[in-house]
């Protein structure tokens, strides 16, 4: 009832940066929160970044200081900056959102994007 769909992955050098969009559409009463997590190749997925809807951010260490969400409301998109990535970096970057959709507005469910691959390698 809620898609969420990426972009802005690609291929970048170490120390380069990308910037990551997640475009929500559906239904859509309100969105709590949303975020980014990834998954690199035989690894569980983890969680980069979350957004509230009042401003409140989390990140991981890993992450922390070369990353940043942010979000435009109206629009309901969450973006991810990131800078001086990593080979580490490497992963298919999903969006994450909780969210009211109509007529349900009374509960909040959470969806999945389909994800956006991130490659850093020199």
């Known amino acids: 009832q809620v898609q969420l769909v990426e972009s802005g992955g690609g291929l970048v050098r170490p120390g380069g940066s990308l910037r990551l969009s997640c475009a929500a559409s559906?239904?859509?009463?309100?969105?709590?929160?949303m975020g980014w997590y990834r998954q690199a190749p035989g690894k569980e997925r983890e969680l980069v970044a979350t957004l509230t809807m009042i401003g409140s951010s989390k990140y991981a260490d890993s992450v922390k200081g070369r990353f940043t969400i942010s979000r435009d409301n109206a629009k309901n998109t969450v973006y991810l900056q990131m800078n001086s990535l990593k080979p580490e970096d490497t992963a298919v970057y999903y969006c994450?959102?909780?969210?009211?959709?109509?007529?349900?507005?009374?509960?909040?469910?959470?969806?999945w994007g389909q994800g956006t691959q991130v490659t850093v390698s020199s």
């Open positions: 559906g239904s859509i009463v309100a969105i709590d929160t």
């Open positions: 994450n959102a909780d969210a009211r959709v109509w007529p349900t507005s009374w509960r909040t469910d959470n969806y």
